[in-house]
């Protein structure tokens, strides 16, 4: 035992040193790991927030890359168009007969516009041209009163009159009226037959043997792309854009318009948003009508002489890419071309058929909506039609 205690004690002596030395080694050790531990802690508690400053930065970089080029992107959709070199043209070239202006001085070309103001201006300009080519004074043309619009203005209430007869009067005369004396002659009615080219109205010319008035009862001839000789078809272009401009009140009314929506942020889409009823019912396109609306349709397009198609499938029409977009197929349109939920979108058009729940559908995509005026809200559809939700929430223009 004593040995043992003996030699334990030895040992106890070498252990208690041995432990003593282990203690001390055990408490470096305990500091290396706590140091270690401390470190580590550090190391990934550093890291860590290095890596969430790394991530933030890239995803900072990244949101600001996207942003740039949604900018980028966005800012594109607002600049001109590439216009693949093409530039107007309307300067005459040197074989271009000038009208003396005494030509033409005894045979007239009187004129009624029909269809809308698009129609009818494009119609203006082509019978300017035809008056060129059949060497004819021209009379300022009726317009129509009678189309779907039941617009009562004149030629003079739309257009600058004199400005259209100055710009012109190299190319043809114009004249307010016919003269006095010739209103009561016979005069040829013609219709002129559409997309005809250059010879067909220089026969027509053989009709001045015996008249002195050729009557149009429609300005759609539709003048376009029969190999016309290039001169002519810069007169259109000259009549089109130059000569028929705005009366003065259009003018100031449509500068007005532009600035007001300007004022909001700048730029903004005027939306020509063809979903009225007259085209409805003119191209049988009744998707996601009520069976009323469809009715309502189907009987304007029965009463309507001059629309020639009365028995329309509505779904082939729609499959054959023949009907005009739906609200929400323009806003979605929109919306893909890359325009943000922000942009401001001025309807330009005239009352959207359906009422409220189509023009909703565009609203959702798009919220800031602007209207011409009040009447457009309460207008013809009745008030009824449109929710408040939409009259507080669109603004008019005019109001
Ligand atoms: C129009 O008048 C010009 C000049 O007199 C003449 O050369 C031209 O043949 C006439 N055009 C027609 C279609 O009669
Ligand atoms: C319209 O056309 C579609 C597709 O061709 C057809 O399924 C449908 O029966 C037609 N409707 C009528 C009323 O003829």
Redesign the pocket.
Known sequence: MVKYRGSSLMRTSSTTKFLSRMKSLKKIALHVVVLLAFSILVFVFKTQSILEEVLLLSRSQESESESQHLQASVGKLWDAPFSNGLHPCIKLSAKYEVMPSALGSNRFLTVRSNGGLNQMRAGISDMVAVAHIMNATLVIPQMDKRSFWQDSSTFSDIFDELHFITTLQGDVRIVKELPKDLESIPRVRKHFTSWSGMGYYKEMTQLWKDYQVIHVPKSDSRLANNDLPPDIQRLRCRAMYHALRFSAPIESLGKKLVERLRSHRGRYIALHLRYEKDMLAFTGCTYGLTDSESEELRIMRKNTNHWKVKQI?S??QR?GGFCPLTPKEAAIFLQALGYPPSTLIYIAAGDIYGGDAHLLELMSRFPNLVLKVDQFVYGSMGVSKYSNVLKSTTRCLLS
């Open positions: 499938n779904t082939e499959r």
